[in-house]
């Protein structure tokens, strides 16, 4: 049974809408009665402000405490303060409390927004009242602010619900939460930021109280695609930072002040110039550095830091190494920066009323906090650098390297000719050393320029231009090469390699898992003819093959033998490693050892049928799905929906987030392999439509044409019909019967061992008579028996293939066949570094925790 992707309806739409407002009603509620309520307390078109009409509903401590209006704290999570924080809070009820719904219910979801809300108010009010009493800073700065804001509510409300979602999502919730709340503290610093951060730390106090069982924060591992989208949004919110330092009601956090310098100033007058080229006093410095940061040229160069973090964080998401040491050089500068801006600290405060009021300690904390976002980031990223190794090929370094360095020389070297032939034409009158100050100050925001030396303002408009633009016009030729670096990547293998590679795969050759060879991470020998093809990688000298030689059966000694001595020129010990017993004589004939390092597991889908007992449970499981109205969907990842391919990466990211063991690789695909053209995809559905389960298939070829499917990759949801995959497998045979293929691999259990009495094509074959002395692959094979029963607990190969032998398959033996015993332990250390090449010291050590008794 197959479904096929059907277009949007309106009914289709309406189900939709009613199936939304039956699972929120709650958040559909909010968001008509803060509608309401703007209008009836006039926030809609007057702002809220602490003489209007609208305070006897708002919350702070001239309300709540001096007035007594004990009601401000419930009733100001109903109120939006102004019209654009109506249309935020509609949206946040909408989506953000409608998830909370979800997780939690109506009921539930309602008394965490009051809850939450009500108290992280109340605490939040009587925090800022007793720092008045000792006049701490913040609380002093605010003590006459109101506040009128559901988002505090929301909030609550939302990290509550955390507590009831999967381990994946409710690292994403709190993690990408408090990161956004924490910044507009930091950054913008109002009461509302504060009591939102309030009500996020008290919502993880009632979701661990709701939720049953001991309360625990625990550090779920993720892949490497989500470790890199996380870190990468964390970098892109404290790059957003500054922005939030600027919005309205104006920064009280303790890096508010970093707003300023990348507000605009007005322009100077001709008449401050002319009196400071006159008599160039202390006030000139201020004034022809506010001349420099006006213009939209400096108002571009004083968004740089921003600019630059956003670019790491693109970086990051793709898994780039040069995003990687940006970051840290960026993040670092910042920290110097800060150094900068704080020694002269009295622009931005009144360091005599500090002194009256004997605030130093507390002064010098809110400055240190300045250090604390970059100086968190750096550690961020070294904690995680081991997920950004994608890097460029020589070639593009270089390239980027040369077209960033003569971009800087270009500019510099304009302005500083252009400024050293009008000395004269500065204010103040220039010096050739002023000029060539003035030259490094172009490429560094502008909001710097008055802590940095001397100033001076040029009056010649060819020079004012070049004193404007050539900062701006370096960083977009470096943000433009920085893009074009994140697209270059070193595979040791160009597309037309790739491309030749699968041209030899659709020919023939290469076996039931040839086509794992087109993986990242794998590069290709070709033959002089052109007429084979092999697929390795090299780690640390040992070249290591996958699967069988791409070639025609009668080219595979050649090929074989070729290979070697490509391999011997260039010093590495090759390996072929899960290979098919067909090839066993040729090295035999080369002196090779080889052993048993797994059972693949075939099916034939023109004989397949389910009737019998031997398939009873598997039958089971397809009646059921078929009872379940479970549909399926036969498809490639380019042509499912958005929503779909959403849920198979949470379905994945939530599987790999509940192991703490390292993911493996090398012949076990991830999701990155699903989204290959040539891939099939076979998905399960639930009767509503949300995807259960997801395989994808590998294709093998013969003259062109696909003859079998190998399955790869396998996951299912948490809440996915029991037997779901019996189901997919069952299906999958069936629906490529029709299609005249005539082989189906439910791919290799490695390290497993076929039924006594099970025989294989291979069996014919099998080399014989090696002695079991120190070396062999006799010794070998007790050493792999022993290691299969140790990582049994870790990754369960032997429940996999005792599932895959279900299905009454033929069992294939696949080997690893080497030339050298002495080079056994190598070999084992390099295989053992393809499955799991990015796996950290943490990760070894849990993965060596699951081996003890």
Request: charge should be neutral.
């Amino acid at each position: 049974m197959t479904a096929t992707a059907s277009t949007s309806t309106p009914s289709t739409v309406r189900a939709a809408a009613t199936r939304y407002a039956r699972t929120a009603p709650a958040s559909i509620g909010l968001a008509v009665v803060v509608i309401v309520t703007s209008i009836v307390t006039g926030t809609l078109w007057h702002p809220a402000t602490a003489s209007g009409g609208s305070l006897v509903w708002a919350a702070g401590i001239s309300t709540t405490i001096e007035r007594g209006w004990w009601w401000t704290p419930l009733t100001a999570l109903f109120v939006p303060e102004n019209a654009v924080q109506l249309v935020i809070v509609v949206v946040l009820s909408l989506t953000l409390l409608a998830l909370a719904e979800r997780l939690l219910g109506t009921a539930r979801t309602i008394g965490a927004f009051l809850v939450t809300g009500v108290l992280g108010i109340t605490l939040g009010v009587l925090i800022q009242w007793g720092g008045t009493a000792i006049g701490e800073l913040w609380a002093t700065a605010t003590a006459f602010d109101i506040t009128l804001d559901p988002t505090i509510g929301i909030i609550g409300a939302l990290i509550t619900a955390s507590a009831f979602a999967t381990s994946l999502w409710r690292r994403r919730i709190r993690l990408l939460t408090f990161a956004v709340v924490i910044m507009f503290v930091l950054y913008n610093g109002d009461q509302d930021n504060g009591y939102r951060l309030i009500a996020a730390v008290l919502g993880l106090i009632l979701g661990a109280a709701l939720r049953p069982g001991p309360f625990r924060l625990p550090l779920r591992r993720s892949s490497h695609g989500e470790t890199r989208n996380l870190v990468a949004s964390i970098v892109a919110i404290t790059g957003l930072g500054p922005l939030a330092a600027l919005l309205p009601p104006g920064g009280f956090g303790p890096l508010s002040f970093i707003g300023q310098l990348f507000e605009q100033r007005a322009p100077v007058t001709q008449s401050v110039l002319d009196a400071c080229d006159t008599n160039f006093t202390a006030n000139c410095t201020r004034d022809l550095a506010a001349a420099g940061a006006t213009g939209l040229g400096s108002l571009i160069l004083s968004l740089l830091p921003l600019v630059l973090l956003l670019l790491v964080a693109i970086g990051l998401r793709r898994g780039r190494h040069f995003a990687l040491i940006l970051g840290l050089v960026v993040n670092a500068g910042t920290i110097v920066l800060a150094f900068i801006v704080l020694g002269v600290g009295d622009i931005f405060f009144d360091v005599d009323s500090v002194r009256e009021r004997g605030q130093f300690v507390e002064l010098a904390l809110w400055l240190l906090a300045a250090l604390l976002v970059p100086i968190g980031s750096i550690v961020l990223l070294l904690a995680t650098r081991r997920h950004f190794q994608i890097r460029a090929p020589r070639s593009a370094v270089a390239r980027f390297v040369f077209t960033v360095a003569i971009s800087f020389a270009v500019l510099a070297i304009a302005y500083l000719v252009a400024g050293l032939a009008s000395l004269t034409e500065y204010v103040p009158n220039a010096s050739i050393a002023d000029v060539f100050a003035s030259t490094g100050r172009r490429f560094v925001p502008t909001g710097f320029d008055a802590v940095l030396g001397t100033v001076i303002y040029p009056t010649s408009p060819f020079v004012i231009v070049l004193y404007q633009w050539v900062g701006p016009v370096f960083w977009l030729i470096f943000t433009l090469a920085t893009l074009q670096l994140y697209r270059a990547t070193v595979t040791g293998r160009t597309p037309g390699d790739e491309l030749r590679y699968r041209a030899l795969l659709k020919r023939g050759g290469g076996g039931t898992l040839g086509f794992m060879g087109t993986w990242p991470g794998n590069v290709y020998w070709f033959s002089e003819d052109g007429e084979a093809a092999i697929a390795y990688r090299v780690i640390n000298g040992i070249a290591i093959t996958i699967s069988d030689p791409v070639c025609a059966p009668e080219r595979a000694e050649r090929t074989i033998t070729e290979f070697v001595a490509f391999c011997d020129v260039n010093s590495w010990i090759p390996v072929f490693y899960s290979v098919h017993g067909e090839y066993l004589p040729v090295f035999d004939s080369l002196g090779w050892q080889h052993t048993s390092v797994g059972e693949e597991t075939l099916l034939n889908p023109q004989t397949f049928d389910l009737a019998g007992k031997p398939w009873q449970k598997v039958r089971q499981a397809h009646n059921r799905g078929l009872r379940e109205n479970i549909t399926t969907l036969w498809t490639t990842w380019d042509d499912l929906s958005p929503s779909v391919t959403a849920r198979i990466t949470s379905i994945s990211e939530q599987w790999v987030s509940e192991k703490e063991l390292p993911e493996m690789g090398f012949t076990l695909g991830a999701l990155d392999e699903l989204k290959d053209p040539d891939v099939r995809l076979l998905l399960a559905f639930a009767p509503d439509g949300t995807v259960q389960a997801v395989t994808s298939w590998l294709p093998s070829y013969r003259d062109g044409a696909v003859v079998g499917y190998t399955i790869d990759f396998m996951r299912r949801a948490d809440d996915a019909m029991p037997g779901i995959m019996e189901f997919l497998i069952a299906t999958a045979a069936l629906r490529v019967r029709d299609d005249g293929v005539e082989v189906l691999s439910l791919s290799a259990a490695p390290l497993a061992t076929k039924p006594a009495g099970a025989g294989t094509q291979a069996d014919a074959s099998e080399s014989t008579g090696v002695s079991a002395e120190p070396g062999s692959s006799e010794a070998l094979d007790t050493v792999l028996a022993l290691l299969a029963r140790t990582l049994e607990p870790a990754y369960g190969f032997a429940s996999l293939f005792a599932f895959k032998s279900k299905f009454n398959p033929r069992y294939e033996t696949i080997y690893l066949a080497f030339p050298d015993p002495l080079a056994l332990p190598a070999i084992g250390a390099a295989i053992g570094r393809a499955y799991l090449p990015d796996a950290s010291p943490k990760e070894y050590l849990a993965l060596a925790r699951t081996l003890l008794p």
